[in-house]
């Protein structure tokens, strides 16, 4: 069965470090991947996705993730942090190989950047 | 380009009540998914609709069912409603599923008194 699993429900960072938000999966099959944030009371946004390829992929508001096969992570991050970067953050996964199946999300993991 | 747009933002019913939530994708976007987001159980997937058709369906009792119409727009209906019913329903539509990314409502949030 898939699953996703993030690790952290919580994630303090300072404004200016750099930040990582940790996700690794499990699938049959290889793994379409994905990043969304939530803000208060909002839908979730699309961040960045990662299907084939380069490892590293970048997406939106400078964040970047990178996929390790060898550990099925799907690690987020973004090298200097910003306060309006404080959000919940949710990673997905999808069997890919052209297969239909539902995206599967993760239990999130809220940030906070602190000033 | 319009969003995927939720009607109604918020509801509040009793329960024993029904509830019919509706979804408008993207222009273009055939599959339409639906998803439960509650404090506890984070985000649970309900059902995904793909030209008319279910094409994927979670672990929700049968008092959740959708539907699709041709113009793609999507309804759930929740009957007999339970006070765990409360949650955010977010709708999210995507060209096609598989490697295309889902665009996410702003959600209705309903509340079962």
């Known amino acids: 069965a898939q699953s996703v699993a993030q690790p952290e429900d919580q994630v303090n960072v300072a404004e200016g470090n750099p930040l990582t938000v940790k996700c690794t999966y499990s699938?049959?099959?290889?793994?379409?991947l994905f990043w969304y944030v939530q803000y208060p009371n909002r839908g979730l946004q699309f961040l960045l996705k990662?299907?084939?390829?380069?490892?590293l992929v970048k997406g939106s508001y400078g964040f970047e993730a990178e996929f390790n096969k060898s550990q099925t992570s799907f690690h987020l991050k973004k090298p200097s942090a910003l306060v309006s970067d404080s959000a919940l953050y949710f990673c997905?996964?999808?069997?890919?190989?052209?297969?239909?199946?539902?995206?599967?999300f993760g239990k999130g993991t809220k940030l906070s950047v602190k000033p | 380009k319009a969003g995927v747009t939720q009607t109604p933002r918020y509801l509040i019913k009793t329960r024993g009540q029904q509830v019919t939530l509706s979804c408008s994708p993207i222009?273009?976007?055939?599959?339409v998914s639906w998803y439960q987001q509650t404090p506890g159980q984070g985000l649970q997937f309900l059902f995904e609709?793909?030209?008319?058709?279910?094409?994927n369906k979670g672990n929700f009792p049968g008092r959740f069912s959708g539907r699709q119409f041709s113009n793609s727009r999507s309804e759930m209906n929740v009957s007999t409603l339970e006070l765990g019913d409360s949650a955010l329903y977010l709708c999210?539509?995507?060209?096609?599923?598989?490697?295309?990314?889902?665009?996410f409502g702003q959600g209705t949030r309903l509340t079962v008194v």
């Open positions: 609709y793909f030209s008319e058709t279910q094409r």
């Open positions: 997905a996964v999808r069997t890919g190989g052209g297969s239909q199946g539902n995206l599967i």
């Open positions: 222009s273009g976007h055939r599959s």
């Open positions: 999210a539509s995507s060209l096609d599923g598989g490697d295309t990314e889902a665009f």
């Open positions: 990662y299907i084939t390829g380069d490892n």
């Open positions: 699938v049959s099959g290889n793994p379409y």
